[in-house]
Structure formats: C-alpha cells, structure tokens
C-alpha cells in the first residue's frame, strides 16, 4: 500500500462546477497535510494546508481532513479552465523532514 | 527574490557518466531537499538537508550522494548515471520542521530533466 493514494484520474469537470479530489494516507502519525498544484512542465505550488479535523477555506478551494478515516479532500468550487492541472497531495509529520506525496490527480476543466 | 534556482534545466548523460545538479536558494530556509518526479509515481524523495551540515536519506537514495555546502545551496550528485535515473528533478527547500505546518511548506525550483541513454 502506498504512503498516500490518490485516483490518478483525468478528472473532467466543466466550467463552473465543483471538483472534488480525494487523498488517503496510511501513516497515523501523519499531522500537516498539504494540496500542492502543478501545471504541466512546471513545478508545484503550494495550494493550501490544514492540520486539523474539518473544513478549511480560502477563496474557491476548501480542504477537508478527517484523520480518524485517514482522509483527506480539495474542494475547488466554480471551476475554471486555468485550474486544469495535477493536483498533489502531501503528508507530513509535524517535526518530520520527510514530506510523502501522492502521485497526483489530473484534473480537466473543460470550457 | 529568485526563491529556488536549479542547474541545469536540461542534460542528456550516457549511461556511466557523472554530473551534478546544482541548488540554490535565497529565503534563508533552513531545510533542503531534492526530489525526482516520474510519470504516474508522483514525487519521491532522494535526500534532504534539515540544517546546515546535516545530509539524510530520503525514499530513494540509491545512486545518488549529496552536498550541503552552506545554508544556501544542496547539490546532488550522480556518479555513476543509469537510465533509471531518466527523471525530472526537483529541488526544494523548507523554513524548517516544527510543530507549526507553515514551516513545512515546500517551495521549488523549476526542474532539471534528466535523460541517460
């Protein structure tokens, strides 16, 4: 089992709608979580972060975590074309140097 | 501010030659990492530096080795290059590690794209 799995994907949504992005972890000890996106040829940039059981928002993206499911999702609500990307999810122990990733979700925002 | 600023951004190798992919950052970051990037494994880790000084294995080292020079820059080294080591190479560095995520946050430098025939 990987450290952290997420659906590959594409996932294709169109204009204007809410694309959900689903991420498990198997280490319990896991403490920050992180949604990093990466066009293609580029490298990733920092989303967001949420470090505690239920919801957080900024702007259009809202991160979920639920730790007892081991659990972790990305909300992109009004989806835009510009917002076609590989969306990475990222685990870390607090205190830890050893930040696991996911193999990413394509996602398609179709216009 | 450059923030990460990797070397070269391409290179072609054959098979059992050497090279160095150069770092650099300018955040006064503390931690250092470099990472490699292959289609459909996501990113994995080679090494990390926590501090200055400090140089640890990552997830996989294997045929690589490391130098942290200063605070500023981490340098990673193929000896011998394989075409397994065909990837994407990303340098990234840290504020540090902490019991506050920010300092976890990860910025990287562009890439270097690695090909060994």
């Known amino acids: 089992q990987k450290e952290v799995e997420q659906n590959s994907g594409p996932l294709s949504v169109p204009e204007g709608a809410i694309a959900s992005l689903n991420c498990t972890y198997s280490d319990r000890g896991s403490q920050s979580f992180f949604w990093y996106r990466q066009y293609s040829g580029k490298s990733p940039e920092l989303i967001m972060f949420?470090?505690?059981?239920g919801d957080k928002e900024d702007g259009r993206f809202t991160a979920q975590l639920n730790k007892a499911s081991q659990y972790v999702s990305l909300l992109i609500r009004d989806s835009q074309p510009s917002d076609s990307a590989t969306y990475l999810c990222?685990?870390?122990?607090?205190?830890?140097?050893?930040?696991?990733f996911g193999a990413g979700t394509r996602l398609f925002v179709k216009a | 501010n450059a923030g990460v600023t990797q070397t070269p951004k391409f290179q072609v190798l054959k098979t059992g030659q050497s090279m160095t992919l150069q770092c650099a950052q300018d955040?006064?970051?503390?931690?250092m990492y470099w990472y490699r990037q292959d289609p459909g494994m996501g990113l994995r880790l080679i090494y990390y530096s926590a501090s200055e000084g400090t140089t640890d294995k990552g997830e996989v080292p294997n045929g690589y080795n490391v130098s942290r020079l200063n605070k500023r820059e981490f340098s990673l080294r193929l000896e011998s290059a394989a075409p397994s080591q065909t990837s994407v190479y990303f340098c990234?560095?840290?504020?540090?590690?902490?019991?506050?995520?920010?300092?976890?946050?990860?910025?990287f430098g562009a890439g270097s794209r690695l090909t060994v025939l």
């Open positions: 990234a560095s840290s504020q540090s590690q902490g019991a506050d995520p920010r300092a976890n946050v990860l910025t």
């Open positions: 955040m006064n970051h503390n931690s």
């Open positions: 990222a685990v870390n122990r607090n205190g830890g140097f050893k930040t696991i």
């Open positions: 949420i470090y505690s059981n």
